[in-house]
Every structure is written in structure tokens, then in C-alpha cells.
């Protein structure tokens, strides 16, 4: 069975500066695609960025880049020059296909501090 | 449409009342998944989809819970009997059958209320 941990209810960071958000992942099989989704007060899932177990390079996505270690099974969402907008509940998942449902971490609320 | 599509936004149930929540997914998207978000959690899957077809519901928490999907586009969820724990927002995805990264894209979800 897969399972997402992210071991941070709550994150502050400065207006402008950088944040890590965490999350291990658990799993037996060998293709997967790990997703960070942000979810605002007003409650829509808004995907962010996605990173396959096959591929290279970690993803990037604008500000945001997941920092991929496969062999410690981390996946963590790196969110460069904070804005106050990305307050937020953001939640880390992971799929082994396309058609298969999505298993969600507990998520991290992420607040920006001007 | 251009996205997925859930009503109603928002509802509130007396205990014991049954409900019916809808889902528009994409135009062409062949997966479905509903899920359900206590307050300060994360979504956790109920059942899914390919077309009309259910392939799993193992995450409905009970039998007073049914969904279909009668055409292989619209789906609704029904609850019978409420009972005050399913309040909860109850968040409808819909996928591409194709490559992973091809993703999910989720309505804005229904939050029901049971008083």
C-alpha cells in the first residue's frame, strides 16, 4: 500500500524568502508519480507540480521545484521568493498510474508573513 | 466544460436526510474519483471510475454511501440516513486515461454540513 507522510502541520516563512515543505512516501512499486497540490481557504485543489519516479532531473514549475531523493523517498516542495498569496494548506500524493486514485498526505498550512 | 464542476457548493442536512452530490468532470476525461475532507485533513479516496464502470469503493465508510456514474460523464454520490461524521467537503477529480503526468483536475468540492 502506498502512504505519504509530511511531518509539518504548520510552516511560517518571511515574505520573499524560501521554504521547504516535507514529504516522505512509501511504496513497494517501481513507477509512480508524485504530485504537490496547493489548497486555499476557498477549498479548490490547485496542482502545482508533478515528478515521476523514472525521471532525472527534479521538476520545476515556475517558483516551485521538488526536490527529489528516491533512495530516502523524499519528495519535498521547495517554494522560492515567498509571496503573501501562497498561504495555504498544501498537500503531497502520489499514484502509481494515470487511472489509479491519488493518496494524499495530512498536509503542511504554509503561512507568509509580510 | 472547462473544468470539473460540483454541486452544490455548499449543503446542510438534517440528520437522517439523505443527500445527492453531483460531479461534471472534463469533457473526455475516462477516471473519476470522489474524496472526502474532514476539516484540517487530507482528501481520502472514497470510490473511482473508468466510465461507467466502478472499479473500487473500497473508501466508502459505509453502506449508506453510493455512487454511479450511469453514462461514463456525470457522477453523483448519494448518502443516505446523514449522520453528523459525514460532514465533511466531499472533492470530485477527474483524469486523462493516458500517462501519469497527465494528472488530476478537482472541482471546487461540496461542503455539507449534517445538523
Known amino acids: 500500500a502506498q502512504k505519504i507522510t509530511q511531518t509539518q502541520p504548520g510552516m511560517f516563512v518571511q515574505e520573499k524568502e524560501a521554504v521547504t515543505l516535507d514529504c516522505t512516501y512509501d511504496?513497494?512499486?517501481?513507477?509512480?508519480?508524485l504530485f504537490w497540490y496547493k489548497q486555499p481557504s476557498s477549498g479548490e485543489m490547485i496542482f502545482l507540480i508533478y515528478?515521476?519516479?523514472?525521471?532525472?532531473q527534479n521538476a520545476t514549475e515556475g517558483r516551485y521545484s521538488l526536490n527529489f531523493q528516491k533512495a530516502r523517498k523524499s519528495a519535498n516542495l521547495v517554494i522560492s521568493a515567498s509571496q503573501l498569496g501562497d498561504s495555504a494548506m498544501y498537500f503531497c500524493?502520489?499514484?502509481?498510474?494515470?487511472?489509479?486514485?491519488?493518496?494524499f498526505g495530512k498536509g503542511t498550512r504554509l503561512s507568509v508573513i509580510a | 466544460g472547462a473544468g470539473v464542476s460540483q454541486s452544490p457548493r455548499y449543503k446542510v442536512a438534517k440528520r437522517g436526510q439523505d443527500v445527492a452530490l453531483r460531479c461534471d468532470p472534463i469533457?473526455?476525461?475516462?477516471?473519476l474519483f470522489w474524496y472526502q475532507q474532514a476539516l484540517g485533513q487530507g482528501p481520502e479516496f472514497l470510490t473511482y471510475?473508468?466510465?461507467?464502470?466502478?472499479?473500487?469503493k473500497s473508501g466508502l465508510p459505509s453502506d449508506r454511501f453510493f455512487a454511479e456514474r450511469p453514462e461514463g460523464s456525470v457522477s453523483t454520490l448519494k448518502i443516505q440516513r446523514t449522520q453528523q461524521e459525514d460532514s465533511a467537503v466531499y472533492l470530485c477529480?477527474?483524469?486523462?486515461?493516458?500517462?501519469?503526468?497527465?494528472?488530476?483536475?478537482f472541482g471546487s468540492g461540496t461542503r455539507l454540513t449534517v445538523v
Open positions: 511504496t513497494s512499486d517501481q513507477s509512480y508519480g
Open positions: 500524493a502520489m499514484s502509481d498510474s494515470g487511472n489509479t486514485p491519488l493518496v
Open positions: 471510475f473508468q466510465n461507467e464502470a466502478q472499479l473500487d
Open positions: 477529480a477527474s483524469s486523462f486515461t493516458g500517462p501519469i503526468n497527465y494528472g488530476y483536475t
Open positions: 469533457s473526455g476525461h475516462v477516471s
Open positions: 515528478q515521476g519516479s523514472y525521471d532525472e
